[in-house]
């Protein structure tokens, strides 16, 4: 599997797939994070569906992947 760390090794593959350069990236990611965090931390505590939840706010399976590979998977996808 192509994980952001094995592919930030390589910086001519890591631009020919995501079309931006290691240094780029990893600006991309922080704002990205940091971007997440902040939609996460206002996110109303209630819902509008008026159907009551089948399971507990944040069930559900957790990330296998870290932050940079999930989205160096999605550039490399809207890139292709």
Not at 46 to 74: C, I, M, N, S
Request: glycine share 4%; with cysteine.
């Amino acid at each position: 599997m192509i994980t952001y760390r094995s592919l930030s090794r390589t910086p001519a593959a890591f631009k020919s797939l995501t079309g931006l350069s290691v240094a780029e990236f990893d600006a991309l990611c922080r704002e990205w994070i940091h971007a997440d965090a902040v939609a996460r931390a206002n996110a109303p505590l209630t819902r509008e569906d008026p159907h009551p939840r089948q399971r507990a706010a944040g069930a559900g399976r957790k990330w296998v992947l870290d932050a940079p590979t999930r989205l160096l998977a999605a550039l490399v996808w809207l890139k292709l």
